[in-house]
């Protein structure tokens, strides 16, 4: 085999730093729940984590820099270091996913869409869905028509419970104090809980971090970790693009 053989096939490009954390454990899921016995049966992968993406829900909400050049600037840096697709793991980001996927030739994995895959897989296939994320991701309305286009329901928090409990997880996890984020993500998904969720969503990348999977259990109903369903998704789409590559060859 040639060295452009040896060093070819698939890649995962990793659009991240948004924020670093988020990115840092995803790349720590996707090792784990490979299905792999040695190095060399992971996933071949380029993380392109840069925190200096301005802030994705300040612009949105008009206050504050464009983060679309620096978006347009990663998917570029990631296409010339050999990415053949794109994870993104941010679902704020995802806000200007079709503006992504325009201006690169790279399949964008979706991370609504998932989500999506992570609820049917734990047998989650109707019923009422609560959604917890970002202010920005919620108000884009983002994953309600993907839920509603499946046949769930969806109920989110007040304003007022949103800023007191899920941002202010949110950004605990981004100011690395994870151990203060606990408290305010259990609340929010308490509150859905109560009020008829039989799932909830957790549709912000820090949200898996406040709220670790070793808690999750007490509230014995299915939870969708966006970082974990990303990974999957990641782990489904490279074993896909090696099983192609082989059958073209």
């Known amino acids: 085999m040639s060295i452009e053989g040896e060093f070819g096939g698939p890649r995962l490009g990793v659009l991240g730093g948004m924020g670093p954390m988020a990115s840092a454990w995803f790349m720590v899921r996707l090792t784990a729940l490979a299905q792999a016995g040695v190095d060399q049966e992971h996933i071949p992968t380029i993380l392109w984590s840069d925190p200096r993406v301005p802030d994705r829900t300040a612009h949105y909400f008009g206050h504050g820099a464009d983060p679309w050049p620096w978006l347009e600037h990663g998917l570029r840096a990631l296409r ?32 609504v869409d998932a989500v999506v895959h992570d609820l049917l897989r734990q047998g989650v296939r109707d019923g009422t869905v609560g959604l917890l994320g970002t202010e920005a991701t919620l108000q884009s309305g983002l994953y309600q028509s993907a839920l509603a286009n499946r046949g769930y329901v969806h109920i989110e928090l007040t304003a007022e419970e949103q800023a007191q409990w899920p941002s202010r997880a949110i950004a605990m996890v981004k100011a690395n104090k994870i151990d203060e984020a606990l408290a305010p993500a259990v609340q929010a998904v308490k ?42 998704d990641s782990i489904a789409w490279y074993q896909r693009a090696v099983e192609s590559a082989r059958a073209a060859h």
């Open 80 to 111: 010339s270091a050999g990415a053949t697709a794109v994870a993104i793991p941010c679902n704020t980001a995802h806000l200007w996913y079709e503006r992504m996927a325009a201006a690169t030739d790279l399949p964008i994995l979706h991370i």
């Open 191 to 232: 509150l859905l809980q109560s009020r008829g969720a039989q799932a909830v969503v957790l549709g912000c990348t820090e949200l898996p971090i406040a709220l670790p999977a070793a808690q999750r259990s007490a509230f014995q109903m299915p939870i969708a970790d966006s970082i974990d369903a990303l990974a999957k």
